[in-house]
């Protein structure tokens, strides 16, 4: 095989340490659960058959499956099981059968109803996976706590984990992707494609505040920077010398678009919850295991 | 107890261990596919969507965002047709469509930002606003003793300003103080079936 290949496997079975996967699975359900908080207050017009749906198109590309609206009764069932499997999944409850049912009831609400998905809800039943397909739950788990402290042994801090290395990747295949989308799109022809977004009914006041002091060529250049960040994600996230950068822009770059674009919120952190689990560097996951031993019992040493 | 090993010392595979390793590549290959099918939807290849089953190709439809820059600040509204009056007055869809009611994640701005050309779903979009109306269960901006025949729906594409013009923040404005060509009408409700609804003909409706 290439040596490139073979470095490639062994990058994927590198171990890893497990407070990355568990940074996704206590703050992604969050994320992707107050997301869906203003779906689930109204379960019956969302999914249930009290509120508009559209008829079966039957194959139009706009509905890639058709799915009837659900009775009240069922459509409140679906999302009491998403609330609950979502919250068991970040305390670390059942943490892979949680995440399995988590996944499952976001992959039908996203085939249900058309009008109400978006990113996060096509993005997250992947994400939710890697969850359930990952040692996700040894650590700051309410299940392994009360183990732990039955049994005294400490959990391993390092494992081989390809869930982490999924989840890696595909901030950089996302990121890169959408900075591909870009170029495609208006991105390097118009030079107030940003401005352009800030007046729609996103608008937050932090975005009308920005749009109204900040001069022209500021939205052109943060244009420029967010589509250099993009475009060449894999590179800056890939070098060890550009990578805590490119994590400390992507993290200011999400904290913006969340404050500026309200509902974009629940994207925004979740794509900062993958890009932190991903790429903070190996000294900040030092000082969460600090932390993290302190909330983990420890009556007896154990194996490490 | 250590991994079981052959008399020359190889680790000798058991069934479940053969099944876990197999596991692991199926996964390995599935997730590979879902990236690739990520990177190829964003940039904008067609092979995602020619070779994935609907279903599929629709979630790895995740990265494409905001390409485009945007040519106007678009609203959706609708009006409806007092039967008694035979005159249009704006609807307030909000009532009838309770999810993020002030912004454009509402149902009734989706349905029209995905479907406004497809028409039995603005048929069935006109059947579910005008028994809303009737049931007089919500306060929608048309007094609720005044049943409709049927409906107007229409976008508003607000002008965007240029860097430096006085700016207002976003608001809900009533559909009256936007002018005539910022509106644009999709669909009406066919005069046969207003005649239908009010019980009389109706002129002029268009």
């Not at chain 1, 096509?122 to 040894?138: D, E, H, I, T, Y």
């Not at chain 1, 022209?216 to 943060?222: C, G």
């Not at chain 1, 890009?275 to 420890?298: K, Q, S």
């Not at chain 2, 990236?35 to 092979?47: A, C, E, F």
Request: aromatic share 10%; charged share 20%; hydrophobic share 45%.
């Amino acid at each position: 095989m290439h040596r490139p290949v073979h470095r490639f496997l062994a990058w994927l079975d590198e171990p890893t340490p497990v407070l990355r996967i568990e940074i996704v699975r206590i703050c992604a359900p969050l994320a992707i659960l107050g997301f869906m908080s203003g779906r689930i207050a109204h379960a019956d017009e969302w999914i249930g058959d009290t509120g508009f749906h559209v008829p079966d198109l039957g194959g139009d590309w706009r509905q890639p499956l058709f799915i009837p609206a659900l009775p009240e009764w069922a459509a409140w069932a679906v999302a009491a099981t998403m609330v609950l499997s979502g919250l068991a999944c970040c305390l670390g409850v059942r943490t892979r059968a949680s995440a399995l049912v988590f996944a499952a009831t976001l992959v039908f609400v996203a085939l249900s109803d058309r009008l109400e998905t978006y990113t996060v809800t096509k993005l997250s039943p992947a994400v939710m996976l890697a969850v359930a397909f990952s040692p996700a739950g040894a650590r700051l788990g309410l299940e392994a706590y009360l183990k732990r402290k039955k049994s005294g042994k400490r959990p391993k801090k390092s494992r081989t984990c390809g869930s982490v290395r999924f989840l890696q990747l595909l901030v950089a295949v996302m990121y890169s992707a959408s900075g591909i989308a870009k170029v495609r799109g208006d991105w390097l022809k118009v030079p107030l494609v940003l401005w352009s977004h800030v007046h729609d009914s996103y608008q937050t006041p932090i975005a009308f505040a920005l749009a109204s002091v900040l001069p022209a060529w500021t939205w052109t250049l943060l244009q420029g920077m967010v589509l250099t960040f993009e475009l060449f994600a894999p590179l800056w996230l890939g070098l060890s010398g550009t990578r805590t950068w490119a994590l400390c822009f992507g993290l200011s770059m999400h904290t913006m678009i969340g404050l500026m674009f309200g509902p974009v919120r629940w994207l925004a952190l979740l794509m900062m919850t993958l890009l932190a689990a991903g790429y903070l560097p190996e000294r900040a996951i030092g000082w969460l295991d600090v932390l993290a031993e302190r909330l983990e019992p420890a009556r007896a040493q154990g194996p490490r | 107890m250590g991994v079981p090993r052959s008399p020359i010392g190889t680790p000798i595979r058991t069934r479940p261990a053969t099944w876990s390793a197999r596991g692991r590549v199926a996964l390995r290959v599935l997730a590979g596919a879902y990236l690739l099918g990520v990177w190829l939807d964003g940039s904008g290849s067609g092979i995602p969507a020619s070779i994935l089953p609907r279903a599929a190709n629709y979630f790895v439809q995740v990265s494409a965002l905001f390409p485009w820059a945007a040519t106007a600040s678009i609203d959706y509204r609708a009006e409806g047709f007092i039967c008694s009056e035979g005159a249009w007055m704006e609807l307030d869809t909000r009532p009838y469509f309770p999810i993020d009611t002030e912004d454009k994640e509402n149902r009734f701005n989706r349905v029209m930002h995905f479907f406004r050309e497809n028409r039995p779903t603005m048929t069935a979009l006109d059947s579910y606003l005008v028994n809303q109306h009737n049931s007089a269960m919500r306060e929608d901006g048309i007094p609720s003793d005044r049943a409709i025949g049927g409906v107007r729906l229409l976008s508003l594409r607000i002008p965007i300003p240029a860097p430096g013009d006085r700016l207002q923040r976003m608001s809900r404005q009533p559909l009256s103080s936007y002018p005539e060509e910022q509106r644009k009408a999709f669909y009406h409700t066919p005069r046969s079936r207003l005649a239908e609804r009010c019980g009389r003909h109706v002129e002029g409706t268009d």
